[in-house]
């Protein structure tokens, strides 16, 4: 059964494991976990002694229960078990947890809750506790939100800890010596008397041993990983082409599949005509699905070039058919009563009453994720049982999800997930694995591996929201003395929810996510969401609501400053009430030299941006050119807290700037006749290395909470570069993509 096969039985199933050692969580503790399968699959020599270490006579495992999708999480996830255990980074190996509720996620739901995060007060800080309870309930295994590191950050060192103290009490046993007197160093149990076990022949002994339930953690001044630039775990395997995707699997006998979906998504198909493809060579088998239809061949090639053979006939998408009428749609909530208001200081109406100093209107439209991955999912069943190999964000909903369909309970299902060609929110849906498990149920027995088309993914996605936002504002004395803010846009957390039988219980706080709770303190100030009805399916992208909003905010607030005339940046720090966001405001400052004098042509914007829990000041300076605008810097700070690992959280800054660069200069999905426009990258481009700018980072630690950094980045650099070509050309844009109204550089 090949590569699969072993990682069945040895690699990837090595149990959904109870929080062994950790935290507690409100009132669950480590006395009720959930089971550890981890204990099911061991073979003689091996032992589990928390759900994150696995300790054979290869050596140390630790098993990483969050995707990585390019972002670093397994070093960083890694490092903490590494950094309690006392074990050196190259001395062990990661792998990918298995789907289980008992890797749920503690904190991401956090961002949900109707408090900034400014706000830790006690009121504040229980509800947030109280979401922890309700992830544990829920059994959320999922990546997002940027709550890999804030969620692992006390469990995973506690896990570490707690087998490093059975590790030490084995050769205590052993031994016969007290426990005080052995230290570990390099995985090695050392006693006075010079004598060194390995973990590796003391973990069988080890496991029988119950793990202290809330084992003491090092102090930070005696950390040798953490805090300190670490190289990647993955980096080798992806440099030198060996690291395993889901698109690399190979299995014997195995055939491929693609699928045509009705192209007005969410369309049925009415009927289908597939006497062509079947005479194609390589055909296997035609499968119709729910709303389009999938072809397996000998190899994915000849199932796309079949795939395209097939006449269809489609039934109408159920939305309004054209990117314009979705806006209208948008701009019609404007006038329906207001979905939030988590934010309305002073009195706002009133001191609009006589009418703002400056207003305007913002637009954003549709975004792909467009991951450079694509999509793809294998399938097996056969013996009553389901495999399933997927790069996947949200294991135990694919797994919940795939078990539906196959008529299985979800113990019959098991999924190994791989590495991921980037994620962005797009594979914490379910759609592409589903397909794969339909294709597999028409022929029991044979693996399948179903790729979707890049023009498949790109035309099927579910897509950031489009969105449309009004400000008011009224200056006094060079500064805001009311600011109000209306944002419309459908729900993502409602399309997304729906898609698994549930619905959203309340307002969705992500239409004005990174709006309502930045720290300005403006005397009137307002910020209200208006909910569209969902059209086009949409779910999260890139930071979400924040991705928009920043641009909507910030933009405003620029408008405000300039129509003051007062400095952009200096206003910002005179109005921001945030220690930590003043700190990255003022850095930036001092990174840029804010305030030199520029050459002629030359502009520069600041933008700041607090999104889930990381305040993010950035500058880019622009140049007028004969060529278009030419984006020359960027410089970015950042308060995470506890920086881990500074030199993956500079990668992920770069890699959010670029990202929110790309979308904001050309970013951009249209649909006309209820069809999306764009099909590939030669239409749905990104920014090329002559383009990105250079990025310099700064990474500040006085916030009282680890955060997480993947998405943070992101937000303030659409507005930074609109204000940049403000500064540089008097032009202020205030639709998205920026293409549709200037020239860049290419």
């Known amino acids: 059964m090949g590569r699969l096969k072993t990682i069945t039985r040895r690699t990837l199933l090595v149990g959904s494991a109870a929080i062994a050692g950790g935290v507690v969580f409100g009132y669950w503790r480590y006395k009720t976990p959930y089971e550890n399968p981890l204990l099911e699959s061991l073979g003689d020599g091996e032992a589990a002694l928390t759900p994150y270490v696995r300790i054979d006579q290869a050596g140390i495992t630790i098993i990483a229960p969050r995707a990585e999708m390019g972002q670093g999480v397994h070093t960083t996830l890694a490092?903490?078990?590494?950094?309690?255990?006392?074990?050196?980074?190259?001395?062990?190996?990661?792998?990918?947890?298995?789907?289980?509720?008992?890797?749920?996620?503690?904190v991401a739901l956090e961002e949900g809750v109707p408090f900034a995060a400014t706000n830790e007060g006690n009121f504040a800080e229980g509800v947030r506790n109280s979401t922890h309870v309700a992830a544990k309930l829920v059994g959320m295994q999922i990546t997002g939100g940027s709550s890999s590191t804030p969620d692992a950050f006390v469990k995973m060192r506690k896990a570490g800890a707690a087998a490093r103290a059975v590790l030490l009490a084995a050769a205590a046993?052993?031994?016969?010596?007290?426990?005080?007197?052995?230290?570990?160093?390099?995985?090695?149990?050392?006693?006075?008397?010079?004598?060194?076990?390995?973990?590796?022949?003391?973990?069988?002994?080890?496991?029988?041993?119950?793990?202290?339930?809330?084992?003491?953690?090092?102090?930070p001044a005696?950390?040798?990983?953490?805090?300190?630039?670490?190289?990647?775990?993955?980096?080798?395997?992806?440099?030198?082409?060996?690291?395993?995707?889901?698109?690399?699997?190979?299995?014997?006998?195995?055939?491929?599949?693609?699928?045509?979906?009705?192209?007005?998504?969410?369309?049925?198909?009415?009927?289908?005509?597939?006497?062509?493809?079947?005479?194609?060579?390589?055909?296997?088998?035609?499968?119709?699905?729910?709303?389009?239809?999938?072809?397996?061949?000998?190899?994915?090639?000849?199932?796309?070039?079949?795939?395209?053979?097939?006449?269809?006939e489609w039934?109408?998408?159920?939305?309004?058919?054209?990117?314009?009428?979705?806006?209208?749609?948008?701009?019609?909530?404007?006038?329906?009563?207001?979905?939030?208001?988590?934010?309305?200081?002073?009195?706002?109406?009133?001191?609009?009453?006589?009418?703002?100093?400056?207003?305007?209107?913002?637009?954003?439209?549709?975004?792909?994720?467009?991951?450079?991955?694509?999509?793809?999912?294998?399938?097996?069943l056969h013996d009553g049982r389901l495999e399933l190999c997927a790069g996947t964000q949200a294991p135990t909903q694919a797994v919940k999800d795939s078990a539906a369909i196959a008529d299985l309970d979800t113990q019959q299902v098991t999924l190994h997930t791989t590495l991921m060609g980037g994620g962005f929110g797009r594979r914490a849906e379910s759609d592409f694995i589903k397909t794969a498990v339909h294709a597999a149920i028409a022929m029991p027995g044979v693996p399948i591996k179903l790729t979707w088309s890049r023009e498949e993914d790109t035309t099927h996605d579910t897509y950031r929201p489009l969105a449309r936002a009004r400000f008011r504002a009224k200056i006094a004395n060079g500064a805001p003395l009311a600011f109000d803010l209306s944002v419309a846009a459908p729900s993502a957390i409602e399309s997304q929810l729906a898609r698994i039988g549930l619905s959203i219980p309340g307002p969705?706080?992500?239409?004005?996510?990174?709006?309502?709770?930045?720290?300005?303190?403006?005397?009137?100030?307002?910020?209200?969401?208006?909910?569209?009805?969902?059209?086009?399916?949409?779910?999260?992208?890139?930071?979400?609501?924040?991705?928009?909003?920043?641009?909507?905010?910030?933009?405003?607030?620029?408008?405000?400053?300039?129509?003051?005339?007062?400095?952009?940046?200096?206003?910002?720090?005179?109005?921001?009430?945030?220690?930590?966001?003043?700190?990255?405001?003022?850095?930036?400052?001092?990174?840029?030299?804010?305030?030199?004098?520029?050459?002629?042509?030359h502009g520069r914007g600041v933008a700041f941006v607090l999104s889930f829990g990381v305040p993010v000041a950035e500058v880019i300076e622009v140049a007028a050119t004969a060529n278009g605008i030419r984006i020359l810097k960027a410089w970015a700070a950042v308060d995470v807290g506890i920086a881990l690992d500074p030199r993956n959280i500079e990668a992920q800054v770069q890699s959010a700037i670029n990202f929110g660069l790309s979308a904001a200069i050309m970013g951009e999905i249209?649909?006309?006749?209820?069809?999306?426009?764009?099909?590939?990258?030669?239409?749905?481009?990104?920014?090329?290395?002559?383009?990105?700018?250079?990025?310099?980072?700064?990474?500040?630690?006085?916030?009282?909470?680890?955060?997480?950094?993947?998405?943070?980045?992101?937000?303030?650099?659409?507005?930074?570069?609109?204000?940049?070509?403000?500064a540089a050309t008097g032009q202020r844009i205030r639709e998205l993509p920026l293409n549709k109204h200037i020239r860049f550089f290419r």
């Open 173 to 219: 046993e052993k031994l016969g010596v007290a426990t005080d007197t052995l230290v570990t160093r390099g995985g090695v149990v050392i006693a006075a008397d010079g004598t060194r076990i390995p973990y590796t022949e003391l973990a069988v002994l080890a496991a029988a041993i119950e793990p202290p339930e809330d084992p003491e953690l090092k102090d």
């Open 315 to 380: 039934g109408e998408a159920p939305y309004p058919a054209s990117s314009a009428a979705q806006f209208a749609v948008v701009e019609e909530a404007f006038a329906n009563s207001h979905d939030s208001r988590y934010l309305d200081t002073g009195d706002v109406d009133g001191a609009l009453a006589d009418g703002a100093d400056v207003e305007g209107e913002y637009q954003v439209p549709y975004l792909a994720h467009a991951t450079m991955e694509p999509l793809n999912a294998v399938a097996w």
């Open 508 to 601: 969705d706080i992500s239409i004005v996510q990174a709006a309502w709770d930045q720290p300005y303190a403006i005397p009137n100030y307002r910020v209200t969401g208006y909910r569209a009805p969902v059209m086009t399916p949409i779910s999260s992208w890139r930071s979400v609501g924040a991705s928009q909003n920043g641009f909507f905010h910030e933009s405003a607030i620029d408008e405000i400053a300039h129509a003051a005339g007062a400095d952009p940046l200096q206003m910002r720090l005179a109005l921001l009430t945030h220690k930590p966001s003043r700190a990255v405001l003022e850095a930036v400052a001092t990174m840029s030299g804010w305030g030199d004098e520029l050459p002629d042509g």
């Open 222 to 312: 005696d950390w040798k990983l953490l805090g300190r630039s670490l190289p990647r775990v993955d980096m080798v395997g992806k440099c030198t082409g060996t690291a395993q995707y889901s698109i690399d699997v190979r299995l014997p006998g195995m055939l491929f599949a693609t699928v045509r979906m009705n192209p007005q998504l969410g369309g049925e198909l009415l009927s289908f005509d597939a006497a062509a493809a079947n005479a194609m060579p390589g055909v296997q088998k035609i499968v119709p699905l729910a709303g389009g239809v999938a072809v397996i061949a000998s190899n994915t090639w000849y199932a796309m070039q079949a795939v395209k053979a097939i006449r269809c």
């Open 79 to 106: 490092a903490l078990v590494a950094e309690e255990l006392d074990v050196a980074l190259e001395d062990v190996r990661v792998e990918h947890g298995p789907a289980s509720k008992a890797y749920f996620n503690q």
């Open 670 to 726: 249209t649909l006309r006749e209820g069809v999306v426009e764009q099909t590939n990258f030669h239409d749905y481009d990104a920014i090329r290395m002559a383009q990105a700018p250079a990025i310099d980072v700064k990474i500040l630690e006085n916030g009282t909470k680890i955060r997480g950094i993947g998405e943070p980045g992101l937000p303030p650099a659409a507005p930074a570069l609109a204000n940049a070509i403000f």
